[in-house]
């Protein structure tokens, strides 16, 4: 195999890593900064740091992504098609981060990579896809937003008689946590998306064999990357998810961050599906601030969002195969 195939396909997926970084920082720490619980800053080095934790605590989603969606392919056609589907995940990724719409990188990974294994006509895993990626595509974002408004009702009921002040303190404290935990899950689950990417190009390359553990230095490059793109910061979607869905308070904000950590951590330990983190915090944000009163929610860029979630996977297939076919025109 060539090796400068592989490292070129490494390379071009550690970038997605940075990309998925900066794109999805929002989710962990827009709710935080917009209470001003947290300085931009702090958040997001804070958000760094867990991203770099959560990497480590588990393999199930790469195995599922590595595993589970297309049939590993073969020879520099199957290096190809890894290239061609993170080329289409990128471009999705930076078409979204400016225009400000917090679409998943997460689907756009995945669409990248069934329309680049249809273009090279590499098997994939419709089952797999339907139950770990499009069915959770659906579910999740109704889970958080109903998960979401039970949280906040909770909470309102909870401290009903407390002292609005001191109780808005108090949960500006505690969203540092609840930031974490978010954090922590956005590393849980999209750092070891890339991992399942690099561990296939490596064993199409013949460097490690099906079924392989992912490799240390495989978790660490592709956690540092993910670390560095959050640092890096997405101040054009943390603007939509943290102001311009609804006006958050810190009580809100603590339960919308609750809401989407336990969700991902729930999905990466019990079903190792890969979910989007921009779905599960968004629509908890939706659920919490239902809680105020339906029209609080700003539904009309609600729905702009929505409607960048189903566009999401076809349009990286799209460019993905396009991709493709220009690289097995060109090199293949």
């Known amino acids: 195999m060539d090796t400068f195939a592989l490292v070129a396909t490494i390379g071009v997926a550690l970038f997605f890593t940075y990309t998925n970084g900066f794109h999805d920082s929002a989710n962990a720490i827009a709710t935080s900064v917009s209470t001003r619980a947290l300085t931009p800053r702090a958040a997001l080095a804070m958000a760094a740091v867990m991203n770099l934790a959560g990497a480590f605590l588990g393999s199930g989603v790469a195995k599922t992504v590595s595993e589970g969606l297309i049939e590993t392919p073969h020879g520099s056609t199957g290096m190809g098609i890894l290239f061609a589907a993170l080329v289409g995940a990128i471009t999705w990724n930076l078409v979204t981060w400016y225009f400000g719409l917090p679409s998943s990188s997460s689907h756009a990974l995945f669409g990248g990579m069934v329309g680049a294994a249809l273009a090279g006509g590499t098997t994939v895993y419709w089952d797999g896809v339907l139950e770990k ?144 983190t921009t779905h599960v915090i968004t629509s908890a944000i939706m659920g919490v601030g239902a809680t105020k009163r339906v029209n609080a929610v700003r539904w009309g860029v609600a729905k702009n969002i929505v409607l960048g979630w189903f566009i999401t996977m076809p349009a990286a297939a799209a460019v993905a195969a396009m991709a493709f076919w220009l690289v097995n025109l060109a090199f293949l």
Not at 187 to 205: E, F, H, R, S, Y
């Open 133 to 276: 990626i499009v069915i959770p595509m659906f579910l999740s974002p109704f889970v958080g937003l109903i998960v979401g408004y039970l949280v906040m009702t909770a909470i309102l009921w909870i401290f009903r008689k407390a002292n609005p002040h001191k109780a808005k303190r108090g949960f500006r404290i505690a969203q540092t946590v609840s930031a974490a935990g978010m954090a922590l899950g956005h590393g849980l689950q999209d750092a070891q998306k890339t991992m399942g990417i690099v561990v296939m190009a490596l064993v199409i390359a013949d460097v490690e064999s099906y079924g392989d553990p992912i490799p240390v230095w495989v978790k660490i490059v592709c956690a540092v990357m993910l670390s560095l793109g959050t640092y890096a910061g997405g101040w054009r979607i943390m603007r939509t998810l943290g102001r311009k869905i609804i006006e958050l308070d810190p009580p809100q904000g603590f339960a919308a961050e609750t809401t989407g950590a336990s969700i991902m951590f729930t999905t990466a330990f019990l079903f190792k599906a890969p979910i989007s």
